[in-house]
């Protein structure tokens, strides 16, 4: 009777055990990415988060630790080198047999150049002197911010339903019909947010700096340009003199930081010129990294645009 009752045991927990142990071990960069990759792993295994979002992608680096967790991961899943530049060396010196998923380059993904001229500044790269990179130019102005875009978002749960179910069969109908779960509530959520956001459309406003570009596009909110003006690595002083002399002629009511930048300098100019200062948070700075915080971020970026730019 004991021996029946230990089979029966392993049967039901150790097939448990061996088919959760078949789900490959997935790591993630960004917050809003990695909830996509959740949602589509649903029930079958939490995918690991590299940042949390506190500080800039475009120039954070790794600790040790972090280095040990891409080590490890067998699939890492990242924008690219024109987002998480910082990481390049590191995300495209794969160990072998670990599996790489560079968005950027996958069919389906809307991609457009980094907005750059007027009031949009210019924009450099921060590579060091000594990086023998040999990546195009073009791929490194590409403007990286590409999950703003709902359809992106769809694109990027397609590609990783379809990469997993490459690299564990065993697992791809739940791959499949979990990312068809995911597609259908960014159908609701992009439904939701073009209702939301009517009331603010075509009301121009400035960010500090720009990754907002792939939400316009989509939403048809109205960016005019930036504060710092070169790329993601401090305050031009001619340029912020210039679109700041703009804000006031010009009477632009809503000046967009975002959690990653310091704001004392933004908050003490913009008061004086009687702008509004409000915070887009396209990252998920403090929600809990599973598969909703990518809504709830989104929802979130759509309620900041409604009340920094006078919607009812």
């Not at 495209?92 to 457009?112: A, F, N, R, S, W």
């Not at 003199?241 to 004392?264: A, M």
């Amino acid at each position: 009777m004991l021996k029946h009752i230990y089979f029966l045991f392993y049967l039901f927990f150790g097939f448990s055990i061996t088919a959760r142990a078949s789900v490959p071990n997935v790591l993630v960069t960004i917050k809003p990415i990695h909830s996509l990759v959740a949602g589509v792993m649903a029930d079958l295994k939490s995918p690991t988060l590299l940042m949390s979002g506190e500080k800039s992608p475009h120039t954070q680096h790794l600790k040790p630790s972090e280095v040990r967790q891409i080590n490890a991961a067998q699939v890492v899943v990242w924008v690219g080198p024109s987002y998480e530049s910082a990481l390049q060396r590191i995300i495209e010196t794969p160990k072998i047999g670990q599996h790489i998923i560079t968005l950027q380059e996958k069919k389906g993904m809307k991609l457009y150049p980094m907005r750059q001229g007027g009031l949009w500044g210019t924009h450099t790269h921060g590579h060091d002197e000594g990086d023998s990179s040999e990546h195009d130019h073009n791929e490194l102005d590409i403007d990286g911010h590409l999950w703003l875009d709902p359809e992106n978002a769809k694109a990027i749960v397609r590609v990783i339903a379809e990469e997993l179910s490459a690299l564990d069969p065993e697992h791809q109908i739940e791959y499949r019909t979990n990312a068809q779960n995911v597609i259908s509530r960014l159908e609701d959520l992009d439904r939701d947010l073009k209702e939301v956001l009517m009331p603010v459309r075509e009301k121009p406003y400035v960010v500090y700096h720009d990754g907002t570009q792939y939400f316009d596009r989509h939403f048809k909110t109205r960016g005019i340009g930036v504060l710092i003006g070169d790329s993601h690595y401090g305050i031009n002083a001619q340029h912020f003199l210039q679109i700041s002399e703009y804000i006031r002629d010009q009477k632009v009511s809503c000046v967009f930081t975002e959690p990653q930048f310091p704001t004392d300098i933004i908050n003490s100019l913009m008061d004086k010129a009687g702008t509004r200062i409000e915070t887009l948070d396209y990252l998920g700075v403090g929600l809990e990294a599973d598969d909703d915080a990518y809504f709830l971020m989104m929802r979130n970026l759509g309620m900041a645009f409604l009340k920094g730019l006078g919607g009812s």
